[in-house]
C-alpha cells in the first residue's frame, strides 16, 4: 500500500514540475529557439563575415585610391593660377584631411552615393551603371561559351583518358591556363579581322533596349562584335571546365552505382547524359558561379583590348584621368559582386548538405 501511495506521489509531482533543460521536450513541440536553428546560425555567422569584409575593403580602398596622384593637376588648365587651383581642390572636397573625406565617404556610401564623377560631373555609381550592362553581357557570353565547349570536351577527355582524343583535350587545356588573355585577343584579331576580315575587332556594335537595358546579343552587328572578346575572355574559363570536368568524369565511372548500370544493360549514352553528366555538373556550375565574379571583375584587359566599352575600359580611363569617385566605384561594386555570389553559393551549399551548416556553426 505504501509502495502505491509513493508512486502516486512522484506521479503528480513529475506532473507539477515545470520540464528543466534536461528534460526531453515532447514530441511534436516546437521548442528550439531560432538562436538554436543552425540554418539562421549559420546564415547570420555568412551575412557578418560579408559585410566584414566589405568594410574592410572600403577603408583599403578608400586609402590605396586617394593616397594616389592629384586630380586637380588633370583638372585644371596648364595656365591656371593657383587660386584657381585652389578652387577646383575646395569644390572637389580634396582640400580636406583625408579623415574627413574617409568619414564623409563612409557616410555617403552608406546612403548609395559613392561620390560624383570629377570628369563627367554625374554620380559615379551612375557612370558605372551605364556601362555594366555591356560588360555582363560579355561575361555572360564568356561563361556560356566555356560551358558549351568545357563541358563536352572533359567529358570526352574523362571517357578515354588514354586515348589520343583525350590526352590532346588535356595538353591544350594547359595552353589555356599558359596563355595571357592580351595576346590571346590580338592573336584573334590580327586572324579574324585583319587576315580575314570576318569579325569586328572593336566596339560593342548595334544595340537595342530590353527592359530599358541597351543590349548588343539582340543584334546581328552585337552578335558580331561580342564574338571576339568572349572567346579571349572565356578560353581560360573553358580549360578550368576541362579539368573539373575531367576529373569528376573519371570518379564518377569508377563509382558502384555506374557499374550497376551497366550491368543492367544501360546504354552507354545513357549512362553518360543521366548518371555522369548529373554528377558532374554540380561542381562545374558550382565553379562557374564562383568565376563568373572573376570574369566581370578582371574583364579589364579583354575590354581594353578590343576597345569594348564595358566597366574594365572605364576603370582604365578613371584611372589615367584619376577620376577617384569612379574607380572607388568600380572596386566597390566589384567588391559586392563577389561578396554576394560567395554568399549565395555558401547557402546553397548549406541548404542542400546539413554538414555544412553544421561545421558552420562548431567553429
Request: proline share 6%.
Amino acid at each position: 500500500m505504501s509502495e502505491a501511495a509513493g508512486a502516486d506521489t512522484l506521479a503528480a509531482h513529475a506532473k507539477a514540475s515545470p520540464p528543466t533543460d534536461a528534460d526531453p521536450a515532447p514530441r511534436g513541440t516546437p521548442c528550439r529557439s531560432l538562436a538554436g536553428d543552425p540554418m539562421l546560425v549559420y546564415l547570420i555567422r555568412r551575412i557578418g563575415g560579408a559585410l566584414g569584409v566589405v568594410a574592410v575593403m572600403a577603408v583599403v580602398v578608400f586609402l590605396a585610391i586617394y593616397a594616389v596622384g592629384d586630380p586637380v593637376e588633370v583638372l585644371a588648365s596648364p595656365e591656371a593660377d593657383q587660386a584657381e587651383r585652389a578652387a577646383i581642390a575646395q569644390r572637389l572636397g580634396l582640400d580636406r584631411p583625408l579623415v574627413i573625406q574617409f568619414v564623409t565617404f563612409i557616410g555617403n556610401a552608406l546612403q548609395g552615393d559613392l561620390g560624383r564623377s570629377f570628369v563627367y560631373n554625374v554620380p559615379a555609381v551612375e557612370v558605372i551603371l551605364q556601362r555594366l550592362p555591356a560588360t555582363l553581357e560579355l561575361a555572360l557570353a564568356g561563361l556560356l561559351i566555356a560551358m558549351v565547349l568545357g563541358i563536352p570536351l572533359g567529358l570526352v577527355a574523362g571517357l578515354r583518358p588514354n586515348s589520343w582524343t583525350g590526352r590532346g583535350i588535356m595538353s591544350g587545356s594547359i595552353l589555356g591556363f599558359s596563355l595571357p588573355n592580351f595576346w590571346i585577343g590580338l592573336m584573334l584579331i590580327l586572324l579574324f579581322a585583319v587576315q580575314l576580315r570576318i569579325l569586328p575587332a572593336s566596339g560593342r556594335g548595334e544595340t537595342v533596349p530590353l527592359l530599358g537595358v541597351p543590349v548588343a546579343f539582340l543584334t546581328l552587328d552585337g552578335l558580331r562584335h561580342l564574338v571576339l572578346p568572349a572567346l579571349t575572355l572565356a578560353l581560360y574559363k573553358t580549360a578550368l571546365v576541362i579539368r573539373i570536368t575531367e576529373s569528376g568524369t573519371r570518379e564518377v565511372m569508377g563509382q558502384d552505382y555506374i557499374r550497376f548500370a551497366r550491368a543492367k544493360g544501360l546504354a552507354p549514352a545513357r549512362i553518360v547524359l543521366v548518371h555522369v553528366l548529373k554528377a558532374v555538373l554540380i561542381p562545374v556550375v558550382t565553379v562557374l558561379g564562383l568565376e563568373l565574379g572573376s570574369m566581370i571583375a578582371f574583364a579589364v584587359v579583354t575590354e581594353t583590348v578590343f576597345a569594348y566599352p564595358g566597366m574594365g575600359k572605364l576603370l582604365i580611363e578613371s584611372i589615367n584621368r584619376l577620376d577617384r569617385p569612379v574607380v572607388v566605384a568600380y572596386l566597390m561594386l566589384t567588391v559586392v559582386i563577389f561578396v554576394v555570389i560567395n554568399l549565395v553559393v555558401d547557402l546553397a551549399y548549406a541548404a542542400l548538405d546539413p554538414r555544412v551548416r553544421l561545421g558552420g556553426q562548431d567553429a
